[in-house]
């Protein structure tokens, strides 16, 4: 083994003590938000994305519409890690966004006024701690590469919030 270590963390739980959604569920809210609260806020606000995925319904699984190609998608996701390659080239400890420290978020991660004034208000709203700005701008610095942008603009910033479905406590 070599310490310090890099990994990625890939996790799954139920949204309630029962195994069902929350509108299906037996439980109380108070019994759902006790399950949840077994995972500690300082260890949620080290994962980078908490999602929630609902149960499919039939008429998606039989449907004909698809989503986008596998080929499409996995085209994207080499797009994205060439720039940061070519971002961080000058960096060999970055490998990814998901690896830069405050002066490189700083660098790279510049927002328009905008696009802050979005930001400041979802972590009022949400009541995101200061790591999870962090997480959240690592990960819309990452929505944009994926969309080819040089910039983050608003609507990366949103769907990176987005993805902090256990911050904003939905389940309850």
Known sequence: MTFPSQFMLVA?????P?????????ST?????????????????RIDLHVEVPAVKFHEITGE????????IRERVIGARKRQQER????????????????????????TDTTMELLKFAMADL?????????????????????GSENIASEHVSEAVQLRSLDRQLWT
């Open 127 to 147: 009541k995101l701690s200061a790591r999870a700005y962090d997480r959240v701008l690592k990960v819309a610095r990452t929505i944009a590469d994926l969309a």
């Open 65 to 72: 519409q698809t989503g986008e190609p596998s080929a499409q």
């Open 88 to 111: 961080f080239r000058d960096k060999p400890r970055i490998t990814c966004n998901a690896r830069m420290g405050s002066r490189e978020l700083k660098a790279y991660c510049a927002l």
């Open 12 to 16: 799954a739980m139920n949204p309630t």
């Open 18 to 26: 029962d195994g069902k959604m929350p509108g299906e569920s037996r």
């Open 29 to 45: 809210p108070r019994e759902i938000q006790n399950y949840l609260g077994r995972i500690s806020g300082p260890l949620l606000d």
